[in-house]
């Protein structure tokens, strides 16, 4: 199975602190492309939080894309890779859950944000915008499930998933995954 | 196997064959460009005419708010001139008329989610519009659209774009009859018809069911068709005033009558003849006046219709024509649910308010449309799919897009409209305001748009905020109002038919850059976009939302009984109004506060340096270049076949690439070159080997024999190493076209 559309979404844990326009999130990120700090080629900044649940305010990349994510009313940070990558299949799905890990650090050390945005640690979503390769079905979810579990294991040691194939064959394939064992992401 | 290779082999028996071919064409031209065997300004052509478009900042550069920052981008071939290949860039689809199925919004928001950043933009033209797409994923995304009936082609570049309609086509009130059918026709009869590859621009045609009304926006446009019904010796005849010449930008036009009351098998004949007179007498190279509506005003409409219907006489009569008149009944669409009334059922919280202004009564008794706003046109692909299941619920097919940027569902049962409120509610696609003050059309501008000069979007964002907030409490008469904007003087917002209308542009106060929007009063979307606004001066973007409050203090203040927000303005004048509008000019200085040198939806300082050259314009490539850029993209497709051991297809490629070569030349002598391969190599041996036109200095008639013997051999058997010399023989004989073109060319401009 040859994947490079992975994405990996971490939850904010106080959804209220996204209260505010997600306009918030432009200045960052435009701080964040100033900054050169970020892996890969950023781009720019598209903002979509007048659309309700949304992809939020996205912070464009030629790899990947990065984003304040509005997506099913629970907002996260998403990791989002699109051009080809290397490595194998686990490889690939530990790169992108530790960009979204990464990304999500970021923000809750975001000077602007005073603090007031931290993420859960119990829980991850990844998906595969990639129909060809990864329809959303039990096969995928059987031939992908133990290379997601040992990516998890690989950006966050000590922690143990559980993996629940999410929604019907018309959306992309996307794992909801249960984590224990990590207390937070500053220390993972 | 290539993920693109499985994606043809799965949807190829799916896809309709001119549509699958086409895409197999564009594809082998992006693998000529890859390996730099085609220009790069006829590639940008190419890519443009299959709708795919550059995007800002694609040509490396980006001025990040601290400085200018080159975007390293892998190394790769341009795709255009100053166009970097890896580069994202949009892609626009074409929806004649707004229609779409709920199975195409499916794929819609499928390939939104494959391979772009999962929203969908809905157009000013009705089309749907996908950023931030990767070049290389093109032809993927269009034979998976094809193979649910929806195209690309033409959707950019020097053709004729997508065809407009009323969205209420067929169930409206007003219409004189549904202009469906003959939209359609149109659509499919021009969709890569000959006499209109040779544009010197752009080409929009739109259909209007009535001239009182907005939908069709005919006034604006290149081509536009009202429908009439006429009382001949007792009869009701059908048939449509037909209007040339509109057009918005920097010079809006309105359109011209070219003939009153053409009869309906008159339409598609028409429009090829206009489609010649403007590819033959339309400018070619300066871009800033080759639409056709320069053309009129340089000949007047006399002498424009005189040539158009002295071309329609001669044109080689065709078929289509009118063929699609025996079955216009065919396109008449059936009700999902039966008929019925709302009556006392109960009504959701917000329900009231959706329904004032989000329902439109059908003509037929019991049904409504049911607008959804969205906001700047946007929606995601979630959104889109949870639509289409809701469309199958409750109207089965009846779907339609809107140039106010929103979604319309036709065909809604009276009853259903509380159930149906609380399902779009759920996703979140049950805004109310529909056509009213919160609406806003924006278009991309600054976002995405290389030309942006200010930020449309960030503007309309701000202004549907704000004036979402006191909806309610507005007066009636300013809630009705419509506002447009545009990130630039090129009016893709068509701020030129609203109400109030803006265009992004720039002042320098001080030494720094200020984002600034011109304002453009008074504009008239009834009557067809009857008139066009008048602009009555600049004021910085962040005090636009002033300004929207003071115009509409005004008007509620000083408007006379029953007067209209156009003879308002007409009566207070420009100088009044630039008076009005002067109170909000200045800015604080830069050093005091820097919030009106950011436009909205940013934080960096502004500056112009991000603007790039606009693709809108097409490049400016001879047809000749194009048709022999095709006939490469065929012998490509010959070499490929060899390579995978199919002689016969690489045998008939080949013989097909020349026989393509060779009509484009016939084509520069002959507008009709003939279609079947003995006529054409007659006519290229008369017209070119007959009379030298074809040789070369040294190798004189040498490359034009393989077609000769090729074509009297047919395809009999051949060894792989005859066809091998049969490729580069075709080769060889397009590098031939090319030079005899050239020569030719080079032999008119001395004659001049
Ligand atoms: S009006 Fe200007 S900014 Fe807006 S889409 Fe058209 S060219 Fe771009």
């Known amino acids: ?188 | 196997m290539s993920d693109a290779a499985i994606w043809k082999d799965r949807l190829q028996s799916e896809m309709p064959p001119d549509l699958a071919e086409e895409i197999d064409l564009f594809e082998a031209q992006l693998e000529l460009r890859r390996q730099e065997k085609i220009d790069e300004r006829i590639f940008a052509e190419t890519r443009l005419r299959r709708g795919m478009y550059g995007q800002r900042y694609d040509n490396g550069q980006r001025h990040d708010g601290v400085d200018s920052r080159d975007l390293d981008y892998p190394e790769a071939p341009t795709k255009g001139p100053d166009t970097l290949w890896h580069a994202p860039g949009m892609v626009r689809i074409k929806i004649p008329y707004g229609g779409v199925t709920p199975e195409q919004l499916e794929v819609l928001a499928e390939c939104a989610e494959d391979h772009s950043d999962g929203i969908l933009h809905i157009t000013t033209r009705q089309d749907v519009q996908l950023h931030y797409l990767h070049l290389d994923d093109g032809p993927t995304l269009m034979r998976r659209l094809a193979a649910v009936g929806i195209t690309t082609r033409e959707a950019c570049g020097n053709g004729v774009r997508n065809i407009t309609g009323c969205p209420i086509a067929g169930v409206c009130r007003t219409e004189a009859f549904d202009v469906t059918p003959y939209a359609d026709a149109l659509f499919r009869f021009l969709l890569g018809h000959p006499d209109c590859q040779d544009f010197g621009r752009k080409f929009k045609p739109a259909f209007s069911g009535c001239a009182h009304e907005a939908c069709g926006l005919v006034m604006m446009h290149d081509l536009g068709y009202i429908a009439r019904v006429k009382d001949i010796d007792g009869k009701q005849i059908r048939g449509f005033d037909v209007y040339v010449g509109g057009g918005l930008g920097t010079n809006p036009y309105q359109a011209e009558l070219l003939l009153e009351f053409a009869p309906e098998s008159e339409i598609l004949p028409l429009a090829q003849a206009v489609g010649r007179v403007f590819a033959r007498l339309g400018e070619k190279k300066n871009r800033n006046r080759a639409r056709i509506k320069f053309l009129i005003a340089k000949l007047g409409v006399e002498e424009f219709r005189r040539l158009v219907l002295e071309e329609r006489e001669i044109l080689p009569h065709d078929s289509r024509w009118t063929d699609y008149l025996d079955d216009l009944d065919s396109a008449t669409e059936q009700a999902k649910v039966e008929p019925s009334s709302l009556n006392g059922a109960a009504r959701p919280e917000g329900f009231d308010e959706w329904h004032a202004t989000n329902i439109y009564k059908q003509r037929q008794e019991g049904y409504v449309v049911a607008t959804i706003a969205l906001p700047l046109g946007d929606i995601t692909s979630e959104q889109t799919r949870l639509l289409a299941d809701i469309a199958r619920k409750y109207v089965g097919e009846s779907v339609r897009t809107t140039v106010e940027q929103n979604i319309i569902l036709r065909w809604v049962s009276e009853k259903d409209l509380p159930a149906l409120y609380s399902e779009l509610k759920a996703i979140g696609l049950a805004e109310p305001g529909a056509g009213t003050i919160v609406d806003i059309t924006a278009c991309p501008g600054t976002d995405t748009c290389k030309l942006g000069i200010a930020s449309s979007r960030g503007l309309a964002a701000e202004l549907t905020t704000r004036l979402a907030a006191k909806q309610y409490e507005l007066d009636e008469s300013v809630r009705g109002l419509k506002i447009k904007v545009s990130g630039c003087f090129n009016s893709c917002g068509q701020h030129h038919v609203a109400d109030i209308g803006f265009f992004g542009n720039t002042r320098t106060i001080d030494g720094f850059t200020v984002p600034h929007f011109q304002v453009v009063l008074g504009g008239r979307w009834q009557e067809n976009a009857g008139s066009y606004g008048m602009p009555v001066g600049a004021v910085p973007s962040k005090r636009i939302p002033e300004v929207v409050d003071a115009i509409a203090d005004r008007f509620i203040a000083e408007r006379e009984s029953g007067e209209s927000f156009q003879d308002f303005t007409a009566r207070l004048g420009k100088k009044e109004l630039g008076a009005l509008i002067s109170d909000f000019k200045g800015v604080p200085a830069h050093s005091e506060d820097m919030s009106a040198y950011v436009d909205w939806g940013d934080s960096r300082e502004f500056t112009r340096k991000d603007m790039g050259i606009g693709e809108c314009a097409g490049e400016v490539v001879t047809r000749v270049d194009l048709e022999l850029s095709r006939a490469e993209s065929i012998a490509f497709e010959a070499q490929v076949a060899l390579d995978e051991g199919d002689l016969g297809k690489a045998d008939a490629k080949a013989f097909e690439a020349m026989l393509s070569a060779a009509q484009s030349l016939v084509r520069t002598q002959m507008p009709d070159p003939p279609e079947d391969a003995e006529a054409i190599v007659t006519e290229f041996r008369e017209r070119f080997y007959d009379t030298k036109l074809f040789f070369d200095r040294f190798a004189k008639g040498k490359f034009a024999r393989p077609l000769f013997e090729r074509h009297e051999s047919g395809a009999s058997f051949r060894h792989e190493r005859d066809i091998v010399e049969l490729i580069e023989n075709t080769s060889l004989f397009i590098d031939a076209a090319y030079q005899c073109d050239i020569r030719m060319a080079g032999a008119q401009s001395a004659a001049v």
């Open chain 1, 1 to 188: 199975m040859d994947l490079h559309r992975i994405s990996a979404k971490l939850f904010i844990a106080d959804a209220s602190a996204i209260s505010r326009a997600a306009g918030e999130y432009i200045p960052i990120f435009h701080r964040w492309i100033q900054g050169g700090e970020l892996s890969g080629l950023p781009l720019d900044v598209a903002d979509y939080g007048h659309v309700i649940d949304g992809p939020g305010v996205m912070l464009i990349g030629h790899e990947a894309d990065r984003s304040l994510d509005l997506a099913d009313g629970r907002p996260g940070f998403v990791y989002a890779r699109k051009r080809e990558a290397a490595g194998s299949v686990r490889e690939r799905l530990a790169q992108v859950i530790g960009e979204a890990v990464e990304g999500a650090r970021r923000l809750e050390n975001e000077p602007a944000l005073e603090g007031a945005v931290s993420f859960r640690t119990d829980e991850l979503q990844i998906s595969v915008k990639d129909r060809l390769n990864a329809p959303n079905t039990q096969a995928t979810f059987d031939a992908l499930s133990q290379d997601i579990g040992a990516a998890i294991s690989d950006v966050l040691p000590g922690a143990a998933a559980t993996l629940a194939q999410l929604g019907d064959d018309r959306r992309p394939f996307t794992v909801q995954v249960t984590v224990s064992g990590v207390a937070q992401l500053a220390a993972a």
